[in-house]
């Protein structure tokens, strides 16, 4: 996605480490307009399924998911990373190995927003590891739902998640591919 | 707002000790339509104020922000909960009381992302005690900004927020104000 593309070109820093820092219009600050362009791609892309509901997770993940939802025409479920105050007891839960932060973490999604005759499309801001993308796809298999695929905005094509989710049998729809960026120059694939 | 109005009444559930829960389509699943809807009726009610970014918290004030933004066009900050990994080092930072868990919160918004010249609009899902709202409004006060004001979704008219909000001096624009749900029916003002 062109648009993405540039924007990352313009706006993104790279750090070391292999961080790329795009918290001025993705996940601190975030630019809506771009959003509800990135919505309307992943519509398209998963236009020929029959997507019920989009599946993703806190914070950075709901803005690209909201407007997936919107242009689909579906309901928007995000997981959780903490146990709410007024959590339903019950929830479907999977553990997520967080690398950013050497952790591991467990996401929950209330029951009742995921049912066995629900075709999801998960959707998140970042594809390295895979953690939290199988993390939902777990979630997903725990309600006997089915999975039409990931919408991912961007991929980190050095790192091994999207072969490691590919290699599952998960459709994975990546608006920008980064096939390099060691020399603090970003480069797509 | 009678769309709002008219969906909390058919899916809202009133728990005890005064919660009211909209998970189903506010702060766990959320109605992209809806939302869209009320970012429209904030935009509206905000139009004649040269407003240059909003302000939110993460993570359920998320969605009718990014909304309001986008029919604002201007961007969305949220101020995060928690530390981030590849936080700036430079942070506006307030602390907020969460009644509902029972804890303090410091809330922190990267330093770039509020400037002195900005016009702010803060929206949040609610407004109950004022904590957060008076938080997110003591940031802008730090960053030199002025407020424009606030967006709330859900303002519970019986709890004390919305008066200490409007006596500090602050604009509150709430789009359903609940007078009574203490018989477990809610009532608006």
């Known amino acids: 996605m062109q648009m993405l593309k540039d924007r990352i070109i313009r706006d993104g820093q790279v750090l070391p480490g292999n ?38 997770i806190e914070s950075s993940g709901i803005a690209p998911a909201l407007f997936a939802g919107y242009h689909l025409r579906v309901p928007v479920v995000f997981a959780k990373k903490t146990e709410s105050a007024n959590q339903d007891p019950d929830t479907f839960a999977a553990p997520v190995h967080s690398y950013t932060r050497n952790r591991d973490n467990v996401i929950r999604v209330a029951c009742r927003y995921l049912s066995a005759s629900d075709h999801i499309l998960v959707i998140d801001d970042f594809l390295a590891h895979g953690e939290a993308l199988l993390g939902l796809a777990d979630l997903v298999s725990q309600a006997g739902a089915s999975l039409a695929g990931a919408g991912i905005v961007i991929e980190k094509g050095f790192q091994d998640g999207g072969k490691r989710v590919r290699t599952s049998g998960i459709r994975v729809e990546s608006l920008a591919i980064i096939q390099d960026m060691s020399d603090g120059h970003v480069r797509f694939q």
Do not use: C, W, Y
């Open 19 to 56: 961080i790329l820092k795009v918290d001025s219009f993705l996940n601190h600050q975030i630019d809506p307009v771009l959003m509800d362009a990135i919505g309307e791609e992943f519509a398209r892309r998963f236009m020929n399924e029959p997507i019920t509901r989009i599946l993703t």
